[in-house]
């Protein structure tokens, strides 16, 4: 039989904190006071100290258990004279948390009463640790945003999430608020506005308050960007390309590693509960485009290393050789992943890597990445975009990959991975989408693909079901499960034939036949073994077209079945949620079908190109004015998304209209868009 925590509305029990408490347990028992209150309208709710008549939730002092990490919760229900006691004991505070959220995840409304199971478990972590990485606000430096970002560590902690990735804005000078520069002198300026000092104090306020949630905390990244004034006030740090006129900066010379450090060290010192740094080297000056001597003969992997030393270093000088960092293995280097092969096992012992799935999984065709699991074992970091810029969250689409995001989870943690962070960022749903922040998204209507996430780390073998129950949103009914699963066919569908991509990455429509043609070169891609296996799409056939044309009129046939999921739920949604999703479903039906027409409209124009059959012109002019009517249609929802795709049919009409006999077989020359021979 399960418990009562309310009984026609009135509250039937208590909790019990029965020890000398810290700030880690006191904030979990305000966090269920809080849930209870807000969630489940209870009212009454009493925290004692001392103990107390009736049903009780009793919080045990923190203790080791043997075998156990100090994350692990036990839970047990006993009854004493007619009433239950829950007891909850963990090895430490942080374990406490997590026992907290576990009584929030289980409970329960049935028959208008609140309910728990008689819950009777020992839990410890699969991933042991799970982090969050952001760098679009709320900003960091300013006291009016303070609060949002301290109530987005409160939300995090709820998901149990225990290490934090964060920079105050998109990553090249993000850190400069944040610096005097006092460790190097060229650049040392003087606080006369207080900003500096200002902004010191946020995010020491917004670290500390990580750390009373039972959270790392590491300040996302510095590599080799530059302020502005760097190179007029020390020339000689740069080098010039006599042959392009591109300056970068002189590996060989000692002030770039001295101003590099500054950085670092400035950072450690003044954030004396920082973890760490989060190391980025694919967003900036990245190290294997700085200058070196010809004598430098030292492999990009081995520059990597000494970027590392460097940044160990300056923590070391700066008092705190407790610190750590987070090496990301993401860079723009045409032979992506090979330049880390050298040193596979070399980082040193206080770095962990870090590979950014962003763009080996969401480019969808790719193999899984190779790297985890080889470049620093037994301390890797994996990271996932769960909107993904690669399947319509940035174009405001429902897209939740609720089969894909555990599968790729488990695949790597299987590879011995032993942390896992994800990005948040996403955007309203719908047209004319604009970004929303980190706390709307995980309240938001598609919530549901971050706690796929959130609750995959804690349980690899947790099954979609049970998250769903657990996490769902008020007000939707069980039928809504099923129109989430099929939004991720439909982004599979609508942007990709077989997984292999043939449209843009931001889920907006491609303006040219040149971007087209760039687009499919990805199949050649460093390490995407799986689309040398797909190279049919390049080939003129019809038969071949209609494969990827059927497969987006499927993409077609799973947003309209979402359309009528959506209406059978109508009575059971809020209102509001219902007109959001509503509005989003007309638009997205819309999308896809122009997706459809365009696709084939730049495939047409390929086969006209590679085959001069005497009939593809005029399947590709039918094909055009079919593309017309449904951006037509589309403009009416989204003139911007529609003007994208209109830019195609203007170039092929440009063509159409010029000397053709000079544009034939020019794609049979392309790169990647081989005619079979």
């Known amino acids: 039989m399960d418990l009562y925590v309310t009984n026609n509305e009135e509250c039937k029990i208590s909790i019990e904190i029965c020890y000398n408490s810290g700030i880690i347990t006191n904030n979990a028992a305000g966090l269920l006071l809080e849930e209870w209150s807000n969630e489940y309208q209870i009212s009454n709710l009493q925290l004692n100290s001392d103990s107390v008549e009736g049903n009780r939730i009793r919080i045990l002092e923190p203790k080791g258990i043997e075998g156990k990490d100090d994350q692990t919760f036990v839970i ?23 026992g907290i959220c576990e009584i929030l995840d289980q409970t329960y409304i049935l028959d208008h009463d609140v309910r728990l199971p008689q819950l ?34 409160k939300l995090l902690a709820r998901k ?41 104090e946020c995010l020491r306020t917004i670290i500390n308050e990580a750390k009373n949630w039972g959270m790392d905390f590491y300040l996302s990244c510095t590599e080799f960007n530059i302020p502005e004034d760097l190179l ?18 002189r590996l060989d010379n000692e002030d770039t590693w001295l101003f590099y450090k500054a950085k670092i060290k400035e950072v450690m010192e003044d954030f004396p509960s920082l973890s760490g740094i989060e190391l980025w080297t694919g967003e ?22 000494e970027m590392y030393d460097k940044a160990l270093e300056a923590m070391d000088e700066a ?89 790729r989870m488990r695949y790597y943690y299987d590879k011995g991975i032993s942390g896992f962070m994800c990005r948040i960022r996403g955007y309203a749903m719908g047209p004319n989408t604009t970004f929303i922040g980190d706390y709307a998204v ?132 809020i209102e509001e949620d219902y007109t959001v999703l509503r509005k989003c479903m007309d638009y997205q039906i819309q999308v896809v079908k122009v997706f459809k027409v365009h696709t084939e409209m730049f495939f047409r124009y390929r086969l006209l190109m590679m085959t001069k059959l005497e009939n593809r012109h005029k399947l590709l002019v039918e094909c055009m004015r079919r593309c017309e009517e449904e951006v037509m249609r589309l403009r009416l929802h989204d003139e911007v998304q529609a003007k994208h795709a209109y830019a195609l049919i203007s170039d092929i009409k440009w063509r159409l209209s010029c000397d053709m006999q000079k544009y034939y077989h020019e794609l049979s020359y392309h790169g990647v868009c081989k005619v079979a021979e």
């Not at 009777?120 to 972590?125: C, D, E, K, R």
């Not at 042991?128 to 952001?134: A, D, L, M, S």
């Not at 900036?284 to 290393?305: K, N, V």
């Open 442 to 573: 995980l309240k938001g209507l598609q919530s549901i693909k971050y706690d796929i996430y959130f609750k995959t780390l804690w349980d690899m073998n947790i099954s979609l079901d049970d998250v769903w129950h657990m996490c769902k949103r008020r007000g939707f009914p069980d039928q809504m499960l099923e129109f989430f699963q099929l939004s991720e066919k439909v982004a599979e569908q609508a942007h990709y034939a077989n997984e292999c991509i043939v449209n843009n990455f931001h889920s907006s429509f491609i303006g040219s036949i040149e971007r087209y043609e760039w687009q499919l070169e990805y199949c050649d891609h460093p390490y995407n073994t799986t689309g040398m296996e797909r190279k049919w799409i390049l080939e003129p056939s019809e038969k071949n077209l209609s494969l990827i044309i059927d497969e987006k009129e499927q993409a077609i046939q799973n947003v309209l079945k979402m359309s009528d999921i959506l209406e059978q739920c109508k009575q059971e949604l």
């Open 76 to 98: 047990s229900t006993v009854m004493v004279d007619g009433h239950f006691h829950m007891n909850l004991s963990g090895t430490s505070e942080k374990a406490i948390l997590y």
């Open 284 to 305: 900036a000056m990245e190290i294997w485009q700085c200058y070196r001597p010809d004598t430098d003969t030292r492999s990009i992997g081995e520059l990597f290393l």
């Open 232 to 249: 007029e006030r020390c020339p000689d740090m740069f080098y010039q390309n006599p042959q392009t006129g591109l300056r970068v900066l």
């Open 319 to 407: 008092g705190r050789s407790d610190g750590r960092i987070i090496c990301s293995s993401f860079t723009h280097h045409p032979e992506c992943e090979k330049i880390y092969e050298d040193i596979l096992g070399r980082l040193p012992e206080r770095c962990d890597s870090r590979s950014k799935m962003q763009v080996e999984d969401y480019y969808r065709f790719h193999s899984p990445a190779t790297l985890p699991g080889r470049l620093s074992p037994g301390r890797e970091w994996v990271e996932f975009d769960l909107g993904g810029e690669y399947r319509g969250d940035w174009a405001g689409w429902i897209t939740c990959a609720l089969a894909f995001i555990p599968d």
């Open 120 to 153: 009777n478990m020992t839990s410890t972590p699969d991933v042991k640790k799970r982090g969050v990485e952001r760098h679009w606000g709320p900003s960091m430096t300013t006291p009016d945003s303070l609060e949002e970002n301290l109530n987005l560590i």
């Open 160 to 200: 149990r999430v225990n290490h934090l990735m964060w920079i105050d804005s998109w990553i090249s000078l993000s850190w400069y608020q944040f610096l005097d520069f006092r460790y190097f002198p060229a650049l040392q300026r003087a606080d006369q506005q207080g900003k500096i000092k200002l902004a010191k």
